[in-house]
């Protein structure tokens, strides 16, 4: 059984965005990196990036395959997470808190409706199981 919180909103590619104000942390769900299996690698966008929602905007790489990283919402990249790019096991090892990938600033909050919420999330990764 996968690990879900609640209080963050999914997208349908399996990242997790936590809201605080217009800014937001994104990663990728427990779900995700159990899927991928030991992350080796961690490509991330430059901070001060401006991505519209869903646009691909990284890389991870697993022993079993590569995904993109999409961005959930639109915004400006802020900060990245540094400690994963040095350790991408975190990933895997801490998805919801040190695992986290990037900052962003959101352009249109709005488009938080597009995206799950934890019970949805839930009932779309048990129709995947």
Same mark, same amino acid.
């Given at each position: 059984?996968? !690990?879900?919180?609640? $209080? !963050?909103?999914?997208?349908?590619?399996?990242?997790?965005?936590? %809201?605080?104000?217009?800014?937001?942390? =994104?990663?990728?769900?427990?779900?995700?990196?159990?899927? !991928?299996?030991? =992350? =080796?690698?961690?490509?991330?966008?430059? %901070?001060?990036?401006?991505?519209?929602?869903?646009?691909?905007?990284?890389?991870?790489?697993?022993?079993?395959?590569?995904?993109?990283?999409?961005?959930?919402?639109?915004?400006?990249?802020? @900060?990245?997470? @540094?400690? %994963? =790019?040095? $350790?991408?096991?975190?990933? $895997?090892?801490?998805?919801?808190? /040190?695992?986290?990938?990037?900052?962003?600033?959101?352009?249109?909050?709005?488009?938080?409706?597009? !995206?799950?919420?934890? @019970?949805?999330?839930?009932?779309?990764?048990?129709? /995947?199981?």
């Amino acid at each position: 059984m996968s !690990l879900i919180l609640e $209080n !963050l909103y999914y997208s349908d590619e399996h990242e997790w965005v936590k %809201v605080d104000g217009k800014n937001a942390v =994104v990663g990728i769900t427990d779900y995700a990196e159990d899927a !991928l299996g030991d =992350v =080796v690698f961690v490509e991330l966008p430059q %901070v001060g990036e401006d991505f519209a929602q869903m646009d691909q905007v990284g890389v991870i790489e697993s022993v079993k395959t590569v995904s993109n990283i999409y961005i959930p919402v639109s915004g400006r990249i802020t @900060e990245i997470n @540094e400690a %994963v =790019v040095e $350790n991408p096991a975190l990933v $895997n090892s801490s998805p919801y808190d /040190e695992g986290w990938l990037f900052k962003i600033e959101m352009y249109e909050p709005a488009e938080l409706e597009d !995206l799950k919420s934890s @019970e949805e999330y839930e009932e779309m990764i048990s129709e /995947e199981e």
